[in-house]
C-alpha cells in the first residue's frame, strides 16, 4: 500500500484547510486509516481515525474542529481541519492498518498503524 498525502500549507489562526490521502495498491487488507502530525521536538501524534465501519474517533484536542472522512470509490482519506490553532502547527500523516481488536483500542497511538505517508505540513500563524 502506498500512501500520498497533499493538502498542507500555511494559514492564519481561525483558518481552515483540507488534507487528502490517496492509497494506492493492495488496500483491501488494510481499511482502518488515520491521522497523525509531529511538531517539531516532540512525539508524532494521533488526530483523528476511521474504522472499517467508517466508524471515526478523535484526540481531544480536536474534537469539534477536526473532521476525518473517506471516499471508497477514490481510495482517498480526508481531514477537514476548521479553527485551526498554532498548536495544531506540524507535519500530518495519513496511515493505514490491519482492522484488528488491538487496533480498535489504540487507533490513535502511532504503533497501531503499518504503513505511513510521507506527510504534509501545516503551519498555522497567530
Known amino acids: 500500500v502506498q500512501l500520498v498525502e497533499s493538502g498542507g500549507g500555511s494559514v492564519q489562526t481561525g483558518g481552515s484547510l483540507r488534507l487528502s490521502c490517496a492509497a494506492s495498491g493492495n488496500i483491501s487488507s488494510t481499511n482502518c486509516w488515520g491521522w497523525f502530525r509531529q511538531a517539531p521536538g516532540r512525539e508524532r501524534e494521533g488526530v483523528a481515525s476511521s474504522g472499517r465501519s467508517s466508524d471515526t474517533f478523535y484526540a481531544d484536542s480536536v474534537k469539534g474542529r477536526f473532521t476525518i472522512s473517506r471516499d471508497s470509490t477514490r481510495n482517498t482519506l480526508y481531514l477537514q481541519m476548521n479553527s485551526l490553532k498554532p498548536e495544531d502547527t506540524g507535519m500530518y500523516y495519513c496511515?493505514?492498518?490491519?482492522?484488528?481488536?488491538?487496533?480498535?483500542?489504540?487507533?490513535?497511538?502511532?504503533?497501531?498503524?503499518?504503513?505511513w505517508g510521507q506527510g504534509t505540513q501545516v503551519t498555522v500563524s497567530a
Open positions: 496511515a493505514a492498518a490491519t482492522c484488528t481488536a488491538r487496533w480498535y483500542i489504540s487507533s490513535l497511538s502511532p504503533s497501531a498503524s503499518s504503513t
